[in-house]
């Protein structure tokens, strides 16, 4: 494991994290898109269902653990605890159009045929796209609160952290997973476009 991966594994729970405070200290889920939340949720849930069947290592179980309860707290924080703070209205993205053609997509392109496999993939394709509701949000409303955008862009870093962990993998171990790759700098131009947003708006 190099240090891109480390600090981008850093970076994705720092973002998980904040999010988490934003909501418990201010008691509202303002300005967070609910249904991107549930869109990580299911990308956790697909990616580490290896949990059960194959042990990597302790720093890789741990990880794994954290960011899925981290996930499923989000969830229950947004539509069950403060869910008369959630802004449904403007939280109006239809995941049916993503989640469709990601669900495709993994049967059609993915490593091997195999239910696994096929949930990893998903898990991928659908991170690429998972903050498209929130994007959308903001676009729509105009407006994001500053711990979002900091949630955001720690989101951003850890992805462009994990490309330089690509980079590093491709030189060093001769290593490059072609699924991961794409769909990883697919999901940095959205976090540019959030930039892009955030600049303008």
Excluded at 119 to 131: D, G, K, R
Excluded at 147 to 165: E, Q, V, W
Excluded at 174 to 193: E, L, P, R, W
Aim: proline fraction near 1%; aromatic fraction near 18%; glycine fraction near 4%.
């Amino acid at each position: 494991m190099n240090v891109f991966r480390i600090l981008g594994d850093v970076s994705h729970l720092l973002a998980i994290i904040i999010l988490l405070l934003k909501i418990h200290k201010s008691k509202s889920c303002a300005g967070i898109s609910g249904k991107s939340q549930i869109l990580f949720a299911l990308v956790f849930t697909t990616r580490y269902l290896d949990l059960f069947t194959t042990f990597i290592s302790a720093y890789n179980t741990v990880m794994k653990v954290i960011f899925l309860i981290c996930a499923y707290v989000t969830v229950y924080m947004i539509y069950g605890k403060f869910r008369k703070t959630f802004d449904s209205e403007n939280d109006s993205f239809r995941l049916e159009f993503l989640l469709v053609p990601v669900t495709g997509l993994s049967f059609l392109e993915n490593h091997s045929f195999t239910p696994l496999e096929i949930l990893w993939t998903f898990s991928i394709y659908l991170e690429s796209v998972a903050i498209l509701p929130q994007l959308f949000m903001i676009s729509k409303t105009g407006e994001a609160e500053t711990i979002t955008t900091h949630y955001l862009f720690f989101l951003g870093l850890y992805r462009a952290l994990y490309i330089a962990n690509w980079v590093w993998r491709y030189y060093m171990e001769n290593f490059y997973d072609q699924i991961a790759v794409v769909s990883g700098v697919v999901q940095t131009i959205f976090y540019c476009d959030f930039f892009y947003l955030y600049i303008t708006k």
